[in-house]
Each structure stands twice: as structure tokens, then as C-alpha cells.
């Protein structure tokens, strides 16, 4: 695929960005770059290759999630400055 001035465009404009006339020849000789080394990359032999989701093979590292007693909820509630049925009472925020 070849990226050209109107490709550039197009896509400054996606993203929200102003562009000079240097800025963009800039941009259509880096974004070249970018797919010619996106076609290196896909030219490569990857047949027998497992899909990663960490390169550096973490796994899962979370706790055991156990329930455990928490303070009364009227304790809690002291530190309110409204309170009401039980819950903390605060200024609406949305109309």
C-alpha cells in the first residue's frame, strides 16, 4: 500500500491534527516506513508460532479473593456529613 499526500490527510485529519506542508511530507515518508516494515514483519515464517499475551510469560498473580468481616456500617457512617437509610448522602452532581 502506498501512502500518499491525500492518505496523510485523511488521516491528520482522523486525528485531529494541523499539519504544515513540511509536517506532512514528514509524516507520508514515516508512515511508509511503518508498512514497509509492517510487510517485513508479515514476510516472516510464524507457521507453528503460539499467540502471546505477555512476552515475558507472566501469569496471573492475583490473590484468592475471600470474604472477610468489614466495619459496622454505622462506625463508618459517623464520618458522614449527611447520611441517609444507611448510606452516605452527597450533592447531586448530574442534572
Not at 501512502?3 to 491534527?17: F, H, N, P, W
Request: glycine fraction near 4%.
Amino acid at each position: 500500500m502506498e501512502i500518499d499526500r491525500k492518505m496523510v490527510e485523511y488521516v491528520a485529519e482522523l486525528s485531529k491534527l494541523r499539519l504544515t506542508e513540511p509536517e506532512k511530507e514528514l509524516m507520508q515518508q514515516d508512515l511508509s516506513k511503518v508498512l514497509q516494515y509492517m510487510d517485513i514483519l508479515n514476510s516472516l515464517p510464524t507457521d507453528g508460532v503460539e499467540p502471546l499475551t505477555h512476552v515475558s510469560g507472566v501469569e496471573n498473580v492475583f490473590r484468592e479473593d475471600v470474604a472477610q468481616p468489614s466495619f459496622a456500617r454505622e462506625k463508618i457512617l459517623q464520618n458522614a456529613l449527611a447520611a441517609d437509610e444507611g448510606c452516605f448522602k452527597v450533592p447531586q452532581t448530574v442534572e
